[in-house]
């Protein structure tokens, strides 16, 4: 594992926003950077709190963020900060981002908003052309991250994960796909039924292959959460998702949060091992704007599971 290099240090809300890089070992598609400064590390800023400047350990829920937040350059932001419980929340999460760059831009990525570099889906390619391209965002934010991270010795251990739109999807996915590894796991407007829904059918046919259903469902919300199973007896992941109403993504059938509340409803074998609440709010959109509204809400709800 590489070691961190601190970039930067900047004093925010009482403690630090801190920026460091780091060679990866899972993406290994980096290459040269845009500034044509030789092969590309990893970079991430992480908050750390006033408690943890004082000494005491801390959780930390990370943040993914969707396609919108990756529109400059080659980046594939995913978020964290240690926590600190609620209060001033939303500053803080999207101030504490990870910002890893350097994904290889693959042929013809460009030619699509929705696919390539900035909207890798937050899954491990298979198919040759993104495998080269270093695309293994879901093992690089499950795996090589939090390892990473624990170089800091601020963590106590503990973690939730939150995101938005394709961040979303890649939060619910993590949580999923690691039963017991995130305290809780929340969402704003998430891509909750993939293999179902145009933007999921193009990226997923893209990075896994157009034959290989067993692959795309692998990284299905709606279909892990069918079969999820909570590794503590009695125990069950808490489970938050906000969507607004007049989103247009909802309505162009992108979203289908319909598909996740019918898998996790009450009564189903899901519901069990999940404690979901899917909220519809009227009038709200997909927007930043839409996440400022709630995300205090989704702050208490990882703090209160985080023991903050």
């Not at 240090?9 to 926003?17: A, K, R």
């Not at 943040?63 to 001033?88: I, K, N, Y």
């Not at 319909?258 to 996790?264: D, G, I, P, R, S």
Request: aromatic content about 8%; charged content about 20%.
């Amino acid at each position: 594992m590489s070691t961190l290099q601190l970039l930067s240090t900047n004093f925010c809300h009482g403690g630090e926003v801190r920026k460091y890089s780091h060679m990866s070992d899972t993406i290994s598609g980096t290459l040269a950077d845009s500034a044509g400064e030789g092969p590309s590390k990893m970079q991430f800023n992480v908050f750390v709190p006033p408690a943890a400047l004082a000494g005491k350990k801390v959780p930390v829920p990370g943040h993914l963020p969707g396609r919108a937040h990756l529109q400059r350059g080659h980046r594939l932001p995913q978020g964290v900060r240690p926590a600190e419980g609620p209060g001033r929340a939303w500053d803080r999460v999207r101030r504490a981002r990870h910002l890893p760059r350097g994904l290889a831009p693959v042929e013809g990525d460009r030619d699509n908003w929705d696919l390539g570099v900035g909207a890798g889906f937050y899954v491990d390619a298979t198919v040759a052309k993104w495998v080269a391209g270093g695309y293994k965002m879901f093992s690089y934010v499950n795996h090589e991250l939090p390892a990473v991270l624990g170089q800091l010795d601020i963590l106590n251990g503990k973690m939730s994960i939150m995101g938005h739109s394709m961040g979303g999807h890649g939060a619910l996915i993590s949580a999923l796909k690691n039963p017991g590894a995130f305290q809780s796991v929340s969402a704003f407007a998430p891509i909750c039924h993939p293999t179902q829904c145009p933007w999921g059918k193009k990226g997923f046919g893209a990075y896994l292959g157009s034959e290989d259903q067993a692959a795309w469902a692998a990284y299905d919300a709606t279909l892990l959460a069918s079969a999820y199973q909570h590794p503590e007896s009695g125990a069950r992941l808490p489970m938050l998702v906000d969507q607004g109403e007049e989103d247009n993504f909802l309505k162009a059938g992108q979203l289908l949060p319909e598909a996740l509340q019918k898998a996790v409803a009450a009564g189903t074998p899901a519901a069990e091992h999940i404690d979901a609440t899917i909220r519809l709010h009227p009038r709200y959109d997909h927007s930043y704007y839409f996440i400022q509204s709630f995300a205090e809400e989704h702050v208490a709800f990882h703090a209160k599971h985080l023991g903050c």
